[in-house]
């Protein structure tokens, strides 16, 4: 399976861009492009969809095992690709795993937050 970084790598260079240049698009930090592709750290949700947003990609491609982008009405594709229900059950674990850990780092922040 490829990872997140590598798709995110692939997308990247597809359009031409540096890492930089694609930071600067999302308002994001260079450091952080480079940490997702290389697999050190992972994108928030909100970022996640940012991405998805910015490549004219749904989320679920970040996650597949396909090779080929889903194209949406948006990018002129007209069809979603190849989904099946195993790859949207292992997508919708991803997201629900990753909106946990959002809401898990939301609600620390919270609480140092408050003993301030």
């Known amino acids: 399976m490829e990872t997140f ?4 790598s692939e997308l990247r260079k597809q359009m031409g861009l540096s ?5 600067i698009d999302l308002n994001i ?22 991405m998805a947003e910015y490549f004219k990609v749904p ?10 982008i889903f194209y949406t009405n948006e990018n002129n594709g007209g069809n979603i690709g190849n ?3 195993s790859t949207f059950n ?3 674990e991803k997201l629900i795993e990753l909106y946990e850990r959002r809401i898990k780092d939301l609600e620390e922040e919270i609480q140092n937050l408050k003993r301030k």
């Open 90 to 92: 292992i997508v919708s």
């Open 29 to 50: 930090s260079q450091s952080s492009i480079s940490n997702y592709e290389s697999g050190v750290t992972k994108p928030d949700t909100d970022i996640l969809q940012k």
């Open 19 to 23: 890492q930089e240049q694609l930071a």
């Open 59 to 68: 989320v679920a491609y970040f996650f597949s095992d396909e090779k080929t």
């Open 83 to 85: 989904f099946n229900n």
């Open 5 to 8: 970084g590598k798709k995110l």
